[in-house]
């Protein structure tokens, strides 16, 4: 069987993600044939992915990244249980890629963990057949005992697959050291007897500051301090919306030194359920471009473009936005505006059939009406990775040629008037995308991870505000391309600063 490294977290968020797949790209640097896993991910950041029995379904963004990492194609094995919530304590459950109802917890726990497992285990057992090595990334803290007993990515995880473990802590957050000790005390006697080691990721200044406290965790608990990461983000997409700013906040992504009266600034609505919010990332990182994520009734006056974004739940967060005056907002704003997948059903004129997603009992929800479509909503879901032909129409006039991206929606949607269509295509496909004069919406997430379509936009984005364009940021041509250069950072990170031959790599 391959051998097995979990990464393990005190908490959320402490950088597990990074060091995986920064892992996976250094063992593969390697020679060596190395998979990522990770058995239980709750996210609404998902990538459709391919298997190789010709089925498709979605996964984490992470375990996609960290596949890419490891040079091997993504498959519905690499994060067999997905939770994409929903709202009101809900989460779909999608299971080896294939979504199969919305339960609450209790019910997930109570009726469906064992399938869970199960369905964990198994393609546990397929990658390891496979594989010479498996990077596991675990969820959250691994040290919650409430949570002891049907922790899939941590417990369960460390327990089959016989891992040692290498235990993660943010030292920003602050009290890194009693976070580590107290981590270590809760685990189970078990998962203590595997840890290898561990490491502080996020670290600003000087390292010898940190010596002593090294030295009498050390000496407290026998486990050795493998490597002290410096703060240095290596441009890995989300794995969820923790990094945005707290609801009703406001604040700007993507500062880049550009003079903000030479930056042209995107509004995006911070949805309540938003999803695949990676899809902003590429704009973000842009010279002079801010990315701004505004509370639903912000105005939208110093905005020189709006993006709306996917949600988990499309009919109740449009009726958030109703309630909160955006559309009125959106109707009044002149310049480029794109709807991404969820995004582009609320453009459309209307959402019959809403009570298929809605939590209430509903038929008809007004759209805002800026593109003649109408989206009627059913219970099965597209999931597909896709390449389509690009002709430049609306805000990305100009753009054409080859792009690809992903679709991962519920509803069908239907033109109900003339618009310009930036992919030809036929029957069903036919209103897969839609634009009229500025506004745009499309089905395609991981639309801006291509340049072509990136240039176009932002072009027209600066022209509109009558601002010359710096220079490209040199975000690579494809999302495949820029998160290899990610992952070729996390690598050189973990590289320079992590000691791995006590894990035994």
Known sequence: MARTILVAGTASHVGKSTVAAGCCRLLSDRGVDVAPFKAQNMSNNARAVADPDGSTGEIGVSQYVQARAARVPATTDHNPVLLKPRGDGESQLVLQGEAVAHYGAGEYYDEHWDDALEAARDSFARLAADHEVIVAEGAGSIAEPNLRERDLANVETARFSDARILLVADIERGGVFASLVGTLELMPEDLRDRVVGAAITKFRGDRSLLASGIAEFEDRTGVPILGVLPYDDPGLPEEDSVSLPAEGERAVHGDDGVPDEESVRIAVP??????????????????????????????????????????????????????AGFGENLRAFDGPVVGLCGGYQMLGERITNAGVESTDDLDVVDGFGLLPVETRFETAKDVEPVARELRGVGPLAGAAGSITGYEIHMGRTRLTGEVERPFPADGERAAEGAAIERVLGTYLHGLFENRIVREAFLDAVFADAGLDRPADGGVADSADGGIDAAADRAAALLREHLDLAPIGF
């Open 270 to 323: 911070r949805l309540p359920r938003a999803s695949n919010m990676t899809d902003l990332e590429p704009l973000a990182r842009q010279p002079g471009v801010r990315v701004a994520y505004l509370p639903l009734d912000a105005s939208l006056g110093d905005a020189d473009a709006v993006v709306v974004p996917g949600s988990k739940n499309t009919v109740d967060d449009l009726r958030a936005l109703h309630d």
